[in-house]
């Protein structure tokens, strides 16, 4: 029985260590050698595992910035106008148009305010009475000239010169100069008689209070005539920085302030040339040469501050620009006038004063007057290469506080004044230092190199 049961046991046992004896996974490393193993302890041979092939893990992908979207335009950038790489990597593209300087010239046709002018010369129909003749406010009198405005109206040619440069690679700031040049505008009306017809220079009388004339032409008295003759001169320019504001490749806006600088200048002097046919006096022959001259001259100094635009389509671009000087008129009023008499066969002798200067006004005087000068300017241009482009274009000035040569003459006249000179009445003419205002407009025409 007990054998029995020891073999049962053992049975149990072996049966046992059969089921404790299921592989276990092979380790990563290899079994030391040194243990000797039984045959009945020796588990199965491991079976050879499939190969897990090794997939490497993909690459991050680089940084990338996306590319901007391509205009259906070519930009100021592209090779169509020559920008290349110019532009310093900070900037896409330069602000255009292309080129580091630019020249341009331009012929101007341009009008400009004329000169106020009185009553200068005046007639008289047929047998009026010599106390009448060519007296303003009389029946039959006319004015000959004056009334009006001289050098007003008429066009004159000049020409226009600017150039700059850009200070930095991507054109945003920068300096420029410019300079204008009108042709001188001359007017010189003439009037004059054989002693036929009735021609007089009218005045009011400051000693009697009642309008007055002083004869050029009057039967039996006096031949010759009186000639006007006036001149106007405008110059200008300035120095200006350029700032950009804003710019795409199609166009920009750019702040300009700098210095502005204007002149004007008028010269009005009327002659008479008189011959005496002997009815009041003086001899037969006797010539008489009377001279009015009146300059004037303005000058205007101040900063200058506005904006200019500039948008292209295709080829084709369009400019605006605005600006405004505020500044010192500095203007000089000059005065001068002689009277010279030359008997027959006798030596000149010239006396000081003419008609409307007198000792009482000649001379020089200046004043300083604060002025505004604003001006607008516009083009229309087309691209003709890479480096060069056309335009016509048009300008507007004002100019505020200038002195004009015409109302510079006071009629107000102590005719005790009038050469030879005798005391007695008040000290007129006086210089009235009169001021109004100046305009300027026209058109222009012009080519721009760029490089």
């Given at each position: 029985?007990?054998?029995?049961?020891?073999?049962?046991?053992?049975?149990?046992?072996l049966?046992?260590?059969?089921?404790?004896?299921?592989?276990?996974?092979?380790?990563?490393?290899?079994?030391?050698?040194?243990?000797?193993?039984?045959s009945a302890?020796?588990?199965?041979?491991?079976?050879?595992?499939?190969?897990?092939?090794?997939v490497?893990?993909?690459?991050?992908?680089?940084?990338?910035?996306?590319?901007?979207?391509?205009?259906?335009?070519?930009?100021?950038?592209?090779?169509?106008?020559g920008?290349?790489?110019?532009?310093?990597?900070?900037?896409?593209?330069?602000?255009?148009?292309?080129?580091?300087?630019?020249?341009?010239?331009?012929?101007?046709?341009?009008?400009?305010?004329?000169?106020?002018?009185?009553?200068?010369?005046?007639a008289?129909?047929?047998?009026?009475?010599?106390?009448?003749?060519?007296?303003?406010?009389?029946?039959?009198?006319?004015?000959?000239?004056?009334?009006?405005?001289?050098?007003g109206?008429?066009?004159?040619?000049?020409?226009?010169?600017?150039?700059?440069?850009?200070?930095?690679?991507?054109?945003?700031?920068?300096?420029?100069?410019?300079f204008?040049?009108?042709?001188?505008?001359?007017?010189?009306?003439?009037?004059?008689?054989?002693?036929?017809?009735?021609?007089?220079?009218?005045?009011?009388?400051?000693?009697?209070?009642?309008?007055?004339?002083?004869?050029?032409?009057?039967?039996?008295?006096?031949?010759?005539?009186?000639?006007?003759?006036?001149?106007?001169?405008?110059?200008?320019?300035?120095?200006?920085g350029?700032?950009?504001?804003?710019?795409?490749?199609c166009?920009?806006?750019?702040?300009?302030?700098?210095?502005?600088?204007?002149?004007?200048?008028?010269?009005?002097?009327v002659?008479?040339?008189?011959?005496?046919l002997?009815?009041?006096?003086?001899?037969?022959?006797?010539?008489i040469?009377?001279?009015?001259?009146?300059?004037?001259?303005?000058?205007?100094?101040?900063?200058?501050?506005?904006?200019?635009?500039?948008?292209?389509?295709?080829?084709?671009?369009?400019?605006?620009?605005?600006?405004?000087?505020?500044?010192?008129?500095?203007q000089?009023?000059?005065?001068?006038?002689?009277?010279?008499?030359?008997?027959?066969?006798?030596?000149?002798?010239?006396l000081?004063?003419?008609?409307y200067a007198?000792?009482?006004?000649?001379?020089?005087?200046?004043?300083?007057?604060?002025?505004?000068?604003?001006?607008?300017?516009?083009?229309?241009?087309?691209?003709?290469?890479?480096?060069?482009?056309?335009?016509?274009?048009?300008?507007?000035?004002?100019?505020?506080?200038?002195?004009r040569?015409?109302?510079?003459?006071?009629?107000?006249?102590?005719?005790?004044?009038?050469?030879?000179?005798?005391?007695?009445?008040?000290?007129?003419?006086?210089?009235?230092?009169?001021?109004?205002?100046?305009?300027?407009?026209?058109?222009?025409v012009?080519?721009?190199?760029?490089?």
């Open positions: 029985m007990r054998a029995r049961l020891l073999g049962l046991g053992a049975t149990l046992s049966a046992s260590a059969g089921v404790a004896q299921v592989p276990a996974p092979v380790p990563a490393y290899p079994l030391p050698t040194a243990i000797p193993m039984s302890a020796q588990p199965p041979a491991a079976q050879p595992q499939p190969a897990v092939p090794q490497a893990a993909p690459a991050p992908a680089p940084h990338t910035i996306p590319a901007a979207p391509v205009s259906a335009y070519p930009t100021y950038g592209s090779t169509l106008f920008c290349g790489d110019s532009c310093a990597p900070a900037c896409c593209d330069p602000c255009g148009p292309p080129g580091r300087v630019w020249v341009s010239a331009e012929w101007l046709y341009w009008v400009a305010a004329g000169n106020p002018m009185p009553v200068l010369a005046t008289s129909v047929p047998g009026t009475a010599l106390p009448a003749a060519g007296v303003l406010g009389q029946p039959g009198t006319s004015t000959l000239i004056g009334g009006s405005r001289f050098n109206g008429d066009f004159r040619n000049g020409f226009r010169l600017n150039a700059g440069m850009w200070l930095d690679e991507c054109n945003t700031w920068g300096i420029e100069g410019d204008f040049f009108l042709g001188q505008s001359g007017q010189s009306p003439v009037a004059s008689s054989p002693g036929t017809g009735i021609i007089s220079r009218p005045f009011f009388n400051a000693n009697t209070g009642l309008n007055d004339a002083q004869l050029v032409s009057f039967p039996g008295i006096v031949s010759g005539g009186v000639t006007v003759n006036s001149t106007s001169d405008v110059i200008g320019g300035g120095i200006s350029v700032c950009n504001i804003c710019c795409d490749p166009g920009r806006v750019d702040f300009v302030g700098g210095y502005r600088y204007l002149n004007l200048s008028d010269d009005l002097t002659t008479e040339n008189l011959t005496s002997g009815g009041t006096g003086v001899p037969p022959g006797t010539r040469l009377v001279q009015d001259r009146f300059q004037t001259s303005n000058d205007f100094h101040g900063p200058v501050f506005g904006l200019r635009a500039e948008k292209r389509y295709g080829m084709v671009y369009v400019m605006a620009r605005g600006s405004i000087a505020m500044g010192v008129s500095h000089t009023v000059t005065i001068g006038g002689s009277t010279t008499t030359v008997p027959p066969g006798g030596v000149p002798t010239t000081p004063g003419g008609l007198q000792p009482s006004n000649i001379g020089t005087y200046t004043s300083d007057k604060f002025a505004v000068i604003p001006e607008v300017g516009f083009r229309l241009g087309v691209h003709v290469t890479e480096q060069s482009r056309l335009f016509v274009g048009y300008n507007w000035l004002y100019w505020s506080n200038v002195a040569s015409g109302d510079q003459i006071d009629q107000r006249v102590n005719p005790n004044l009038i050469p030879p000179a005798v005391p007695g009445g008040p000290a007129l003419p006086a210089a009235p230092f009169r001021t109004t205002d100046f305009w300027l407009q026209g058109v222009s012009g080519g721009e190199v760029r490089f």
